[in-house]
């Protein structure tokens, strides 16, 4: 959404397009005339009146009751706290607006493998639920604190959403390369575990 309307009730704002009004129409007669009326202007453009609002107000020669308020960002609203015939302070929030063309992905690591991960390394981000679905992402901050119940430190990395295919409170795989030595592996179901001895079969083929 590129912009929010409210309809607003302020004495103030009020008083200065009415002052506004006023000296245009003793512009002529005035010897700072056009002092006068740039300063009234400057008052208006700080309630946020963009260009053709004023002209509305000058062409109309009536002060606007209705006044939509234009947000300075585009993006997702994430939350809404405005409604009919609310009274709002500076401090109210009335929305939440969010840019979701890039996101920070939160991923648990356990606290013995932070000392393989670094500032500005990159990792996969994968959705478990989507084939094919995988975007690059690269860390931007290790949190100092340990969870005492998980034993893991969250890391926080920063991926671009062109496409918006990743959205908040989704849940995906994060994958980090962090090399080390070269080792055997094995599937688990290729071992017989007798105790003492673990014995693995390979399947070279044709009952071999």
Request: glycine residues 6%.
């Amino acid at each position: 959404f590129p912009y929010t309307t409210l309809f607003r009730s302020s004495p103030e704002m009020l008083a200065s397009e009415k002052e506004y009004l006023l000296a245009l129409k003793a512009r002529e007669v005035m010897q700072d005339g056009e002092v006068i009326v740039a300063a009234s202007r400057k008052r208006l453009e700080l309630w946020d009146l963009n260009a053709p609002q004023i002209e509305e107000l000058e062409r109309t020669g009536k002060p606007v009751q209705s006044i939509t308020i234009y947000s300075p960002a585009s993006g997702f609203i994430m939350s809404r706290n405005s409604f009919a015939n609310q009274r709002i302070t500076p401090e109210t929030e009335l929305y939440a607006i969010a840019d979701l063309s890039h996101v920070w992905v939160m991923a648990d690591l356990f606290e013995n493998d932070i000392p393989k991960i670094h500032m500005g390394q990159t990792a996969i981000v994968k959705m478990p639920y989507a084939s094919g679905g995988q975007f690059l992402a690269r860390v931007q901050n290790l949190q100092p604190q340990v969870d005492p119940q998980t034993r893991t430190v969250k890391v926080r990395l920063e991926a671009a959403n062109d496409a918006m295919r990743l959205r908040p409170d989704m849940f995906v795989d994060v994958e980090f390369s962090i090399g080390g030595a070269r080792l055997l592996t094995v599937p688990a179901d290729a071992v017989l575990n007798a105790g003492s001895r673990q014995t693995v079969f390979i399947d070279r083929g044709n009952g071999y």
